[in-house]
């Protein structure tokens, strides 16, 4: 029996590899092995098909996708509709997931990455839900810290 794929199941809520790549480079920044967009867009899109590989991954990214549809339906235990809907401050546990997301895949480097795109959410990120912006912010910051941190290495 085939494997279900992450990226099937982000494809089919509508977040499709080339948004993220493209949320990715509106922060991108030249540095030493990517110096280049096109450098920096190619070895994104490998660091995060190495991240997406890993299974771990996969199901922290599920959770978020599985939180962000039961909000939209009113299901969230011990959240009103309208909590879930205005992405309230006192909400944290989407944080938590980017945050758990981002290092997981890049370390503290990714911590400081997911922050930059979850306070500026470039592309895509503006449109997601409360859980799916930081999920793909907490994806996109700890694959840009990878991205950084190897090019650099070769």
Known sequence: ?????IRD?????GIGEDEIVSAAMELYFPH??????????????QEMAIALSDPNLALLIYAGVLLESEGEKCNLPNLKACDYDNDL????????????IAKYIGGYKGLF???RYDKA????????GPFMDDVVAGLIGGVSANMYTRAAQD
């Open 32 to 45: 030493p092995g990517v110096e280049t967009r096109d450098k920096a867009e190619a070895r994104f899109k």
């Open 1 to 5: 029996m085939a494997t279900r794929d």
């Open 113 to 115: 990455d997911y922050v």
């Open 121 to 128: 959410k470039p592309g895509i990120l503006a449109r997601l």
């Open 9 to 13: 199941v982000l494809g089919s809520i």
């Open 89 to 100: 401050t006192c909400l944290i546990a989407d944080e938590v997931l980017g945050l758990a």
